[in-house]
């Protein structure tokens, strides 16, 4: 059974850090694309950050850009997302989804919710003081 499994999630200050993890089962991260979103209370899910599974190019929403990190380590089948200098705008649930990918589409990275077909249960993160 493919599964992604989140962690790391939690209550922070305002400027704190968190480092979340998604954990895959069931498949090998190595051939998938991945991506971290988030949806706020009364808000559309948003890209956060995405990873191609060749090269590690990446992408980032212009609200995170400078803050997160996105990485995958594929021997742990594990994808992280570092959060520095969080605000309370970045509460949120935070999902880590992922793509199987052609050889040809290695170098690819995919922003669009409706690009992935496997998602995790998602980690609620909160940013206050």
């Known amino acids: 059974q493919f599964q992604l499994v989140e962690s790391g999630g939690g209550l922070v200050q305002p400027g704190g850090s968190l480092r979340l993890s998604c954990a895959a089962s069931?498949?090998?991260?190595?051939?998938?694309?991945v991506g971290w979103f988030r949806q706020a209370p009364g808000k559309e899910r948003e890209g956060v950050s995405s990873?191609?599974?060749?090269?590690?190019?990446?992408s980032y929403a212009d609200s995170v850009k400078g803050r997160f990190t996105i990485s995958r380590n594929n021997a742990k089948n594990t994808v992280y997302l570092q959060m520095n200098s969080l605000t309370p705008e970045d509460t949120a649930v935070y999902y880590c989804?992922?793509?199987?990918?052609?050889?040809?589409?290695?170098?690819?990275?995919?922003?669009?919710?409706?690009?992935?077909?496997?998602w995790g249960q998602g980690t609620q993160v909160t940013v206050s003081s």
């Open positions: 989804a992922a793509r199987r990918t052609t050889y040809e589409e290695r170098t690819y990275y995919y922003t669009d919710p409706q690009d992935y077909d496997t």
């Open positions: 990873m191609s599974r060749h090269d590690s190019r990446q």
């Open positions: 069931g498949f090998s991260l190595d051939v998938y694309a």
